[in-house]
């Protein structure tokens, strides 16, 4: 089935070592989200790319950085985790010029020793 | 470890009641709205949407309300069922952005 995946689903990771997290999808979108939800939280968005345009928004830190290498894949980097970077990150997609809604993969969980 | 967040206010209905979870939004210019819900260790997932031109919009179970008058948006949902148990987001778009607003936990009792 089309869909959004996201790999790993959960991630543990060390205070001040970079991680990569992968989305990948199959739905042929030009957009690409990532949001990052801490608990209990909504979502919140912090860069998009419309194809290969990179979209970051105002008060995303600098920490957070992200690749797309093609259509399918968006990755997400974090140069030095911080122990408040904690949290759900989550992918999601759209056909910019549909009306259809974004849709969303079922995140990855990052934790920080 | 994860910070402390807050905890999201909690609707609690018995199965087969109807359900009617709030939103305000707060973008006047915003023109579209989707209804999310996120189950435990899952990804939000589209339920209903409504446009800006509308003020009502029906799917199977789930109604939509609008009124833009006072920036708020409405879901309900006709004869809950347990698998209906999850937090539920509103979002708007605005300039081609969508913003979450604060979930609500939808908690069923059998």
């Known amino acids: 089935d089309a869909m959004v995946i996201q790999n790993p689903r959960y991630q543990v990771t060390q205070f001040g070592k970079p991680v990569t997290l992968s989305c990948s999808q199959t739905l042929n979108h030009n957009v690409m989200y990532w949001y990052q939800q801490k608990s209990s939280q909504a979502p919140k968005l912090l860069f998009h790319y419309y194809d290969k345009d990179f979209n970051n928004e105002a008060d995303t830190p600098d920490n957070f950085q992200s690749r797309r290498p093609n259509t399918s894949f968006c990755f997400l980097d974090i140069r030095s985790p911080g122990l408040g970077d904690a949290a759900m990150y989550l992918c999601?997609?759209?056909?910019?010029?549909?009306?259809?809604?974004?849709?969303f993969g079922d995140g990855t969980r990052l934790s920080i020793l | 470890g994860e910070s402390v967040g807050l905890h999201l206010p909690t609707l609690s209905v018995q199965e087969g009641d109807n359900s009617i979870i709030n939103c305000a939004y707060s973008n006047s210019a915003s023109d579209y709205f989707i209804w999310y819900k996120q189950e435990s260790g899952k990804g939000p997932q589209f339920i209903i949407d409504i446009r800006s031109n509308m003020d009502k919009r029906q799917g199977q179970r789930v109604t939509v309300l609008l009124n833009k008058t006072v920036k708020h948006l409405s879901l309900q949902i006709a004869a809950t069922q347990p698998g209906d148990s999850a937090v539920y987001f509103c979002?708007?778009?605005?300039?081609?952005?969508?913003?979450f607003g604060k979930g609500i936990t939808l908690s069923v009792r059998p």
């Open positions: 979002a708007e778009r605005a300039n081609s952005k969508l913003t």
């Open positions: 999601a997609t759209k056909d910019r010029a549909s009306n259809q809604p974004q849709h």
